[in-house]
């Protein structure tokens, strides 16, 4: 499989600041990627050798450097040839991943979630059995969630988009015992197209991609980054300035068509 993936960001910074792009995919042991990343800012190319790259958890990779007041335009595209090898299972994650966080706070749904699924003992019923509940229960309405909204805000409002659809999965996984985490991923196929979030739980001693929302076919999705909610995986932070985003337009396809998806199967990210 060949998957071509980018974004191109526009961004006014109103008041010198640091930022901090999670834009770039994770490494893909296994596949062939290559690669190009540049940030202009008023016209001018900021070389390379000023931006930072921190290395995180996951192969999650932070771009980040000073910004001075200005127009700042990012382009990012990669291609990725092949499928890259299963994410790897550490101990560690199957702790830290079980533990409530901000966005999906499982600690508020043990109750709840024994009523829905603590007759299923099966982990990959569950896998079914959650999304599938998840995706009845919520609409999708862009714009209809702030981006502070937790899991519990969530399944009050009754609507979201497509991180609002993951952190419930993921608090659900979480509250009957099932390790889960967020995933924000280039999605080919996704309508809207836009940087997308769905979780991984793990099962049957794999981390398996969930997505509640059905809005893109999983087999072809490309991890960027990987963490315990949105507050790990964010495209862009900002500390300390002021910034607006002007416009932003996402790409992710594949070399033919796209796979066919079910939501029984089990999918990971490759």
């Known amino acids: 499989m060949k998957r071509d993936v980018g974004a191109e960001l526009d961004i006014e910074i109103s008041d010198e600041t640091t930022l901090e792009f999670q834009i770039a995919v994770a490494p893909q042991p296994g596949a062939e990627v290559t690669e190009s990343l540049s940030f202009t800012l008023n016209g001018k190319e900021i070389p390379l050798g000023r931006i930072q790259e921190i290395s995180g958890d996951h192969g999650n990779r932070i771009h980040k450097f000073d910004?001075?007041?200005?127009?700042l335009k990012v382009s990012y595209s990669a291609t990725v040839i092949g499928s890259a090898d299963p994410a790897p299972v550490r101990?560690?994650?199957?702790?830290?991943?079980?533990?409530?966080?901000r966005y999906a706070e499982a600690d508020k749904f043990f109750g709840f979630a024994a009523t829905e699924f603590g007759d299923i003992a099966d982990s990959v019923e569950l896998l079914e059995k959650v999304p599938a509940w998840v995706g009845a229960r919520l609409s999708y309405v862009p714009?209809?969630?702030?981006?502070?909204?937790?899991?519990?805000?969530?399944?009050?409002?009754?609507?979201?988009?497509?991180?609002?659809?993951?952190h419930l999965v993921i608090a659900l996984f979480r509250a009957v015992n099932v390790p889960a985490r967020l995933v924000s991923v280039y999605a080919p196929g996704c309508q809207p197209m836009d940087?997308?979030?769905?979780?991984?739980?793990?099962?049957?001693?794999h981390w398996r991609v969930v997505d509640a929302t059905c809005l893109a076919p999983r087999q072809s999705m490309v991890?960027?980054?990987?963490?315990?909610?949105?507050?790990?995986?964010?495209?862009?932070?900002?500390?300390?300035?002021?910034?607006?985003?002007?416009?932003?337009c996402v790409t992710a396809t594949v070399d033919g068509e796209l796979p066919r998806d079910s939501?029984?199967?089990l999918v990971s990210i490759r």
């Open 223 to 248: 991890r960027i980054a990987t963490g315990r909610d949105a507050a790990d995986t964010a495209w862009l932070d900002n500390h300390k300035g002021q910034i607006t985003v002007n416009d932003m």
């Open 263 to 265: 939501i029984e199967q």
């Open 91 to 101: 101990d560690l994650d199957l702790s830290t991943y079980l533990r409530p966080s």
């Open 67 to 71: 910004a001075p007041v200005g127009n």
């Open 143 to 166: 714009g209809s969630s702030d981006p502070i909204d937790g899991a519990a805000d969530t399944l009050l409002a009754g609507s979201g988009v497509c991180r609002d659809y993951a």
């Open 195 to 205: 940087f997308h979030a769905v979780a991984e739980a793990f099962v049957d001693g």
